[in-house]
């Protein structure tokens, strides 16, 4: 591997792939355990000494806080599609929004349990509004979607 450098790539417990344990808390603090708990693990095996971190979504902040504990194994902080700091003008988007209010999400994940046309419905629209070639939408969207189902709990 002579000029390359290993990457190493994970899902947070839950998300994407992962196992979803009934019993373990989803916590920012579980998170930043869960990251340091990869470094450690592959400290072993490669030069994790000057890291390049890579984190999407709702994995920005544990990433930053991890970054911000351990400034001197960091060597750059990419951040994609994610914030730190709750401010006024922050939006979720209106499926996570529905999917992770307390007592509406109970109301929303049964609806769709029992009509789960209308979770494909609220999936193509909002991720749909994100491509704006309708040829390209009409195409890529519900295959999206086909691979999002798997990650669902």
Same mark, same amino acid.
């Given at each position: 591997?002579?000029?390359?450098?290993?990457?190493?790539?994970?899902?947070?417990?839950?998300?994407?792939?992962?196992?979803?344990?009934?019993? #373990?808390? #989803?916590?920012?603090?579980?998170?930043?355990?869960?990251?340091?708990?990869?470094?450690?693990?592959?400290?072993?095996?490669?030069?994790?000494?000057?890291?390049?971190?890579?984190?999407?979504?709702?994995?920005?902040?544990?990433?930053?806080?991890?970054?911000?504990?351990?400034?001197?194994?960091?060597?750059?902080?990419?951040?994609?599609?994610?914030? #730190?700091?709750?401010?006024?003008?922050?939006?979720?988007?209106?499926?996570?929004?529905?999917?992770?209010?307390?007592?509406?999400?109970?109301?929303?994940?049964?609806?769709?349990?029992?009509?789960?046309?209308?979770?494909?419905?609220? #999936?193509?629209?909002?991720?749909?509004?994100?491509?704006?070639?309708?040829?390209?939408?009409?195409?890529?969207?519900?295959?999206?979607?086909?691979?999002?189902?798997?990650?669902?709990?």
């Amino acid at each position: 591997m002579a000029g390359r450098r290993p990457v190493v790539r994970f899902d947070f417990l839950g998300w994407g792939r992962s196992d979803k344990p009934e019993e #373990y808390p #989803y916590t920012a603090t579980n998170q930043v355990g869960d990251l340091a708990a990869v470094i450690a693990a592959i400290s072993g095996h490669l030069d994790a000494s000057q890291l390049t971190l890579v984190a999407h979504d709702a994995s920005g902040p544990p990433a930053i806080d991890w970054a911000l504990a351990n400034p001197g194994r960091v060597a750059t902080l990419v951040l994609l599609n994610t914030y #730190y700091h709750w401010i006024p003008s922050l939006r979720r988007p209106p499926a996570i929004a529905l999917y992770s209010t307390p007592l509406i999400r109970t109301a929303a994940r049964a609806l769709v349990r029992r009509r789960p046309e209308l979770g494909r419905h609220l #999936y193509t629209w909002q991720v749909g509004r994100f491509i704006q070639d309708p040829e390209i939408r009409k195409t890529l969207v519900p295959r999206l979607y086909e691979q999002f189902l798997p990650a669902r709990l």
